[in-house]
C-alpha cells in the first residue's frame, strides 16, 4: 500500500545533539513537507520540497536542516541550534504541491532529555 | 495576526446536536482551503476540501465567503466519534504549502 513512513516513532535526544527524523513515501509525490506541531497548537512549517535537489525554508526553519537528493526521501535534522526542540514533527507529501491536500505520515515524538 | 484564525473551543455538546465551527484567513490570494481533523497524538486527516459553491459529505457541510474570507464547518447529528480537533486549513498561493489554523476542539457527549 502506499504511504509515508516517518521513524522512529519516538526519539530521546540529549541536548548539544543533533537528530535526524525519517521520512519516506511511496506515493510518487513530488512535494513534500515538514512540519512541527506543540501542545495545544496548529502545524507550523518548517522546511518543504516541490522537486527533488531543492528545498525552500518555512516559517521556523533555525535551527533544522534537510535534503532531498531522493524524490522518496525527506530526512530532516534537528541540530543543536534549535533552542526547545521537544514535539510533535510531521511529514507530509502532495501531488499537486499542496492544492489537493497533503498525505501526513503518523509523525515523531521529539524529547529533549 | 495569524494566517488563519479558529476559536480553540472546546465545544462540547450532546450526541444529535448540530454544531458549527468557523474559521478567518488574512491572505485573500489564498487558493485552496480544506478541514482536517486530528485525533489526539495523531496525524491530521482530511476531512474534506472547501468550495466556494459550499459542499456537503454526509453529516458535514463546509461553505467559503471570499468576501469576508470565511470558513465555515457544520456537523449534523453529532456522534461520539466525531470527538477530535478540527484543523481550518487554506494553501499560501506563494510558496504553494498549506497553512493550518490551531484548530477547534469538540467533544461529544453521551
Known amino acids: 500500500d502506499g504511504g509515508i513512513t516517518q521513524s522512529p516513532k519516538y526519539l530521546f535526544r540529549k541536548e548539544g545533539q543533533n537528530v535526524t527524523l525519517s521520512c519516506e513515501q511511496n506515493l510518487n509525490h513530488d512535494a513534500m513537507y515538514w512540519y512541527r506541531q506543540d501542545p495545544g497548537q496548529g502545524l507550523r512549517l518548517i522546511y518543504y520540497s516541490q522537486i527533488v535537489n531543492d528545498f525552500q525554508k518555512g516559517d521556523i526553519a533555525e535551527g533544522y536542516s534537510v535534503s532531498r537528493e531522493k524524490k522518496e526521501s525527506f530526512p530532516l535534522t534537528v541540530t543543536s541550534a534549535q533552542k526547545n526542540p521537544t514535539a510533535f514533527y510531521l511529514c507530509?507529501?502532495?501531488?499537486?504541491?499542496?492544492?489537493?491536500?497533503?498525505?501526513f505520515g503518523s509523525g515523531t515524538r521529539l524529547t529533549v532529555v | 495576526r495569524k494566517e488563519v484564525e479558529q476559536d480553540p473551543g472546546p465545544f462540547n455538546v450532546p450526541e444529535g446536536a448540530t454544531v458549527a465551527f468557523n474559521c478567518t484567513y488574512s491572505?485573500?490570494?489564498?487558493?485552496?482551503f480544506f478541514w482536517y481533523r486530528q485525533d489526539c497524538r495523531k496525524e491530521p486527516k482530511l476531512l474534506m476540501s472547501?468550495?466556494?459553491s459550499g459542499n456537503e459529505d454526509g453529516r458535514f457541510t463546509a461553505q467559503l465567503n471570499r468576501a469576508s474570507q470565511y470558513i465555515s464547518l457544520l456537523i449534523r447529528d453529532s456522534k461520539l466519534s466525531d470527538s477530535a480537533t478540527y484543523l481550518c486549513?487554506?494553501?499560501?498561493?506563494?510558496?504553494?504549502?498549506?497553512?493550518f489554523g490551531s484548530g477547534t476542539r469538540l467533544q461529544v457527549q453521551p
Open positions: 507530509a507529501s502532495s501531488i499537486n504541491q499542496g492544492t489537493d491536500g497533503y498525505t
Open positions: 472547501v468550495y466556494s
Open positions: 486549513v487554506v494553501t499560501d498561493t506563494g510558496r504553494r504549502a498549506l497553512t
Open positions: 491572505n485573500s490570494a489564498s487558493q485552496s
